[in-house]
């Protein structure tokens, strides 16, 4: 298989919240995503302000220089949690880095979305917003480990 490249550029960035990239405790973050006017007009917003949560794409970009996990590995380092591979967790190792977040909308200021709950630092390049529709929910029952429970439990 040959590997392809994909070029994108951040559409904004995070202002505000946290400055580095604890584990636990993200329910209370505030910040803002500034999106970017040399990308959008004021117009891209419209109707945002309908939705009470958002997803954003973002960039991990804080300690570029960790190695990138392909492999399986204890999640946390927590020896008592089983090895499981990089696509059965959400680290930050990923082979691009990329992050996912649902977090919640608290108003919408022109290009700067106000947000409540985003596991996401200051400067964070944002690579897309989408808003998050009940459609597009999971359908049937939900499964997951139980030390991905275990994580979750102080996560927010």
């Known amino acids: 298989m040959t590997r392809e490249t994909i070029h994108m550029q951040p559409i904004g ?6 400055v580095t990239a ?3 405790n993200w329910g209370r973050e505030r910040a803002v995503i500034e999106l970017s006017p040399e990308v959008f007009s004021p117009e891209a917003t419209m109707g945002l302000e309908l939705q009470s949560h958002i997803e954003v794409v973002f960039h991990f970009h804080l300690h570029a220089d960790e190695p990138m996990e392909t492999a399986a590995r204890h999640p946390r ?7 499981v591979g990089i696509l059965a967790q959400r ?4 082979p691009n880095r990329i992050g996912v977040s649902i977090c919640r909308l608290d108003r919408v200021e022109g290009l700067a979305l106000h947000v409540i709950g985003l596991d996401a630092v200051d400067g ?6 989408k ?19 275990e994580i979750m439990a102080s996560y927010w």
Do not use: C, F
Not at 91 to 94: E, L
Not at 124 to 129: I, K, Q, R, S
């Open 77 to 83: 380092g927590r020896e008592d949690w089983p090895r």
């Open 22 to 24: 604890t584990k636990d």
């Open 13 to 18: 960035h995070i202002r505000g919240g946290r």
């Open 124 to 129: 964070t390049p944002v690579l897309d917003v």
């Open 91 to 94: 680290g930050r190792m990923r």
């Open 131 to 149: 808003p998050v529709w009940s459609g597009y929910r999971p359908r049937g029952a939900l499964r997951e480990p139980d030390w991905a429970v």
